[in-house]
């Protein structure tokens, strides 16, 4: 009698497991997709340079190729367009929304954008610091850095925001606009980067998964594409977010 009571509260469980699964496959979909996969990546792209200082065999080739296609104009171009990545366009992009969900109150949208953005500038200046990255110096850079490299700051601020926007914009006619535009801006940032000789390329990819990891995750806790909150759904499960 109690095997077989066992037997059938084990499959009540499984029953109950796979209803949990077809019902929130979307938002167990995108846990996946869009925080571990993205945070496991960070974490190989870390470990390995914290293990081995002189970074991966294929970031100096990549490096060499991009600085190939080198000249006076390219330089002026990259000088410029790689301010956008942080103060002039980064910045201005989150307090101009950041100011327009003030007005609206929308307080829950105004507390994910502000969270996800100071929390990726904690995540990247910790990580300068304890993985202690020297940049690369294979040539002399119009725009020379020196403090630490991985990940890269550029790229970090640059996806998060991207990231958030989409999040925010989730579902409406805006969204695909900004997730076009917004990939082109961030492989853009990510392009001066190496182009500057500033960063190499596990930098780069190192600070889109860290971004990408940390704007998802922040967005299954915070709900931001939320009604306003009530009784019920400040009870509800952190996992039904966006894709309910």
Not at 24 to 39: K, N
Not at 167 to 187: A, D
Request: aromatic letters at 14%.
């Amino acid at each position: 009698m109690f095997k077989f009571d066992l037997w059938t509260l084990f499959q009540s469980f499984l029953t109950f497991l796979q209803k949990l699964i077809v019902a929130h496959w979307r938002s167990l979909l995108l846990l996946l997709l869009g925080v571990y996969l993205p945070f496991q990546g960070f974490g190989e792209l870390a470990e390995e340079v914290w293990e081995n200082e002189g970074g991966f065999p294929w970031d100096v080739p990549i490096l060499l190729a991009i600085h190939l296609t080198a000249s006076p104009q390219l330089d002026a171009f990259a000088v410029t367009l790689t301010k956008f990545g942080v103060f002039w366009g980064v910045f201005p992009i989150a307090i101009v929304v950041g100011l327009m969900l003030l007005l609206r109150s929308q307080w829950r949208s105004l507390t994910y954008l502000v969270v996800t953005l100071l929390g990726s500038i904690v995540i990247n200046r910790t990580a300068k610091v304890l993985l202690h990255r020297v940049r690369p110096h294979l040539w002399e850079s119009p725009t020379p850095e020196l403090d630490f490299g991985f990940p890269s700051g550029h790229a970090m601020s640059s996806m998060t925001l991207v990231a958030v926007l989409v999040i925010l914009t989730w579902g409406s006619r805006w969204c695909w606009m900004i997730l076009v535009f917004g990939s082109v801006f961030v492989v853009a940032i990510g392009w001066t980067r190496l182009y500057l000789g500033v960063h190499y390329p596990s930098d780069i990819l190192a600070g889109w998964m860290a971004s990408i990891a940390w704007a998802v995750g922040v967005s299954l806790l915070l709900r931001p594409n939320s009604p306003k909150p009530n009784a019920e759904s400040e009870v509800a499960s952190p996992v039904e977010s966006l894709t309910e």
